[in-house]
């Protein structure tokens, strides 16, 4: 099985970064997408970021939009999520995913990491 692995949350004031890092325990280039979703409590998973592996496109939702950055080392088949002035809504659960089609659908995405929390005050 797929196992993506998650880490780098944690907590942060306003204004600070983070930077969320995903292991794939196989070649991420096998996927079409990779995409970092969260999900706060109460509230349903939204999609964050996602990148085409091939064109290396990227996809933002607009509340991240110039904060967050999405990319890719490949030897390593790391994803990370680059999280700068973060705000207290950026509070969840974040989510690793990897699928196969249109990067921006959220049924897309097949496989799924743990989740690492990010607590913004």
């Known amino acids: 099985d797929v196992q993506l692995v998650e880490s780098g949350g944690g907590s942060v004031q306003a204004g600070g970064s983070l930077r969320l890092s995903c292991v794939a325990y196989?070649?991420?280039?096998?996927?079409?997408?990779m995409a970092w979703f969260r999900q706060a409590p109460g509230t349903e998973r939204e999609r964050v970021a996602s990148?085409?592996?091939?064109?290396?496109?990227?996809d933002y939702v607009d509340s991240v939009k110039g904060r967050f950055s999405i990319f890719r080392d490949n030897p390593n088949n790391t994803l990370y999520l680059q999280m700068n002035k973060l705000k207290p809504e950026d509070t969840g659960m974040y989510y690793c995913?990897?699928?196969?089609?249109?990067?921006?659908?959220?049924?897309?995405?097949?496989?799924w990491g743990q989740g690492t929390q990010v607590t913004v005050s």
């Open positions: 990148l085409y592996t091939r064109s290396r496109s990227t």
């Open positions: 196989v070649n991420i280039k096998i996927y079409s997408c």
């Open positions: 995913a990897a699928g196969f089609g249109l990067c921006t659908r959220p049924s897309s995405y097949r496989y």
